[in-house]
């Protein structure tokens, strides 16, 4: 039977009962007739365990009554905000909110290793975060602490990562598949089917179960979940669910070259031992958005294609170089320059492991994948309470 339908089984007790389990959205009924008090069942039915629990439970029935298995519902979180029925998969916000405080539910089902949900965005009038949490860092507004994705990474009291997918708009579905053990969960968000990769494994600070967990902020916003299968892609990919690019990601400078002879600046020295990253990020099938870090932040948009003429490199064409203006050391200044200037120029690009080289007329930029983490994936610096 398919995840809405009924299941139908004839038990074999002292007489014959007849179970209908019907299968709505996670929450599963059992209605039956019959004169039995009570009929033990020694293990769950096989398709119940997609819903979250293989462990056996008993079933007590009474006779001519509708009787719940699990009744998992959205939970509020104190502001008496979260609308929803038990047994129904959707919840709205409603009411009179007063200030900006964000509002938190938690769908009262625990999550077991490796298991998947999708949120419907079904209104959304302004952000929301999803993700999981536990039960001891579920809590009002601010106060709720978890492993959260809105575009930007959090952990709900800090920013964890910038632009880890797109903006959130009514009518997405945001996947989350939580892998965990006893010391570590792992997180992956999917966004519209795209997977957006790992975005945390984050140290468990305790032995809690997980839940899913959605964080908004106006009235009338309102989402649904639902429990699938989950799937197979894990490494993430660009947009249109088409393999990342290899040049996708965040690097560091680790060679600077520039002018006719292609003159190699002493990096060290002039940056006073401070790092020149690149974040690449895919924006389409052949076009990519490119956010240098040198002093000020210097952001460009490109398309690349592959040319024979030019292999094994591929050819790349940049818009115009945007940044912020601050000043700083003369040394500083003058990479920036050079980087931003040589951005605005190049005509050719080649990413391997390990290894992205940038090259225009007269600048060539090495990098290697940026080692420490600060803006790598997944998140490794985070704790789910």
């Not at 089917?193 to 468990?204: D, H, I, N, Q, Y």
């Not at 902020?217 to 699938?228: N, Q, T, V």
């Not at 940026?370 to 803006?375: F, L, M, V, Y």
């Amino acid at each position: 039977p398919g995840p809405q339908g009924p299941l139908l089984l004839v038990l074999r007790p002292r007489r014959l009962l007849l179970l209908q389990l019907v299968f709505r959205s996670g929450s599963v009924w059992a209605q039956y007739s019959g004169e039995l008090s009570w009929v033990p069942m020694e293990s769950m039915p096989a398709p119940l365990q997609s819903f979250g629990s293989a462990a056996p439970r008993p079933l007590a029935l009474r006779p001519r009554r509708l009787l719940q298995l699990r009744k998992a519902m959205w939970q509020d979180d104190g502001s008496g905000l979260v609308r929803a029925d038990t047994g129904r998969p959707e919840f709205v916000v409603g009411g009179e909110k007063t200030g900006g405080s964000p509002v938190n539910a938690l769908f009262d089902q625990s999550l077991t290793s490796g298991q998947y949900f999708e949120i419907d965005v079904l209104e959304l009038k302004e952000s929301v975060f999803v993700g999981v949490t536990t039960k001891e860092a579920f809590a009002e507004g601010y106060k709720c602490k978890g492993l959260f994705f809105g575009r930007n990474l959090s952990n709900g009291g800090a920013l964890v990562r910038q632009a880890f997918g797109e903006a959130i708009a009514t009518g997405q579905k945001i996947g989350v598949l939580t892998e965990f053990d006893a010391s570590n969960a792992t997180v992956t968000f999917y966004q519209d089917g795209r997977c957006l990769g790992p975005a945390f494994v984050a140290t468990r600070r305790t032995d809690g179960a997980i839940f899913p967990v959605v964080h908004t902020s106006s009235i009338g916003d309102k989402f649904g979940i639902r429990f699938l299968d989950a799937p197979a892609e894990r490494k993430r990919q660009g947009k249109g669910a088409a393999p990342a690019h290899p040049a996708e990601g965040v690097w560091a400078l680790q060679k600077l070259f520039t002018g006719p002879e292609l003159g190699e600046v002493p990096l060290a020295e002039k940056m006073e031992g401070q790092e020149v990253t690149l974040k690449v990020e895919g924006d389409g099938p052949g076009s990519f958005r490119f956010s240098a870090r040198v002093l000020n932040t210097l952001n460009m948009t490109a398309t690349s294609e592959p040319d024979q003429s030019l292999e094994p490199f591929e050819k790349l064409v940049p818009s115009m170089v945007v940044g912020t203006k601050m000043m700083g050391p003369e040394g500083m200044m003058e990479v920036e320059g050079i980087v931003g200037d040589g951005l605005g120029k190049l005509h050719k690009w080649l990413a391997r492991p390990g290894s992205l080289l940038l090259t225009g007329a007269t600048v060539e930029m090495c990098f290697a994948p940026k080692a420490d983490g600060h803006e790598g994936l997944p998140a490794t610096e985070v704790e789910l309470p």
